[in-house]
């Protein structure tokens, strides 16, 4: 722990505190600070002015990555027959029907994202206990209940980032990692800002977007000036 104590301190030795940067500075120096034996990720942080708890206030979408996530995704579909070949050819790494559901009831959840064709939806429903905690419910609102089963694999595998508000109305998520080049980031945070404008909800009143931060896995966030964020999604 004094290590990373050290680490950060170090880290932190290099940024002005109480400054807000551009956004493209604040991923150089968010990347610049990665400096752990692994690859770490890159993640962005914005605190909305929303309620989650309100309906019309709930941000929740899908987006993708122009440079992927640097992540390998694990994709479980639900689906019989000739939508669960399509799913094995698109590159799903688990497929099934009542097989799969019963894998799952036992805690074997071997993937990290869920996707169902709509006849599944009796079985998966069942099974809400266990995947909804864990955000794996399919959802047609998320692309995840579709007959599209080649696109929707196709897609997650690509990059394709889920986002959903937390109670505090902070929404975050990973955009790539630090071996990415630095304008690859940039334009993975700018899709990640745009998705998320475009998502904002109907009681959403006032400020929107009230504070941005960018950070790696072991490093300190730095705040990104909100003005040049507004101007990167516009």
């Not at 309620?51 to 206030?57: F, L, S």
């Not at 998520?173 to 998320?196: D, M, T």
Request: with cysteine.
């Amino acid at each position: 722990m004094a290590q990373q104590g050290k680490r950060l301190k170090a880290a932190y030795a290099g940024i002005d505190r109480e400054k807000a940067y551009a956004l493209d500075e604040a991923v150089k120096i968010a990347k610049g600070g990665a400096k752990a034996k692994f690859d770490e990720t890159i993640e962005i942080s914005m605190n909305l002015g929303i309620d989650p708890r309100h309906a019309d206030q709930m941000v929740r979408g899908v987006v993708g990555l122009p440079h992927g996530t640097g992540k390998t995704v694990r994709i479980g579909v639900f689906a019989r027959g000739a939508k669960a070949d399509e799913a094995k050819a698109a590159g799903a790494d688990v497929v099934g029907a009542d097989d799969l559901a019963a894998l799952v009831q036992e805690g074997k959840i071997e993937f990290d994202r869920c996707i169902a064709t709509p006849d599944m939806m009796g079985l998966v429903g069942r099974l809400g206990k266990v995947l909804g905690p864990r955000g794996l419910m399919p959802n047609p609102k998320l692309g995840t209940v579709t007959m599209d089963v080649k696109g929707a694999v196709t897609a997650a595998k690509a990059g394709q980032v889920e986002f959903r508000a937390e109670k505090a109305g902070i929404v975050h998520a990973g955009i790539g990692k630090a071996s990415f080049g630095e304008a690859q980031l940039v334009e993975n945070a700018r899709a990640f800002v745009e998705a998320i404008q475009r998502a904002r909800p109907t009681g959403a009143k006032g400020t929107y977007v009230k504070k941005v931060a960018v950070s790696s896995t072991m490093g300190p966030g730095v705040r990104v000036d909100v003005t040049s964020l507004a101007a990167s999604a516009g």
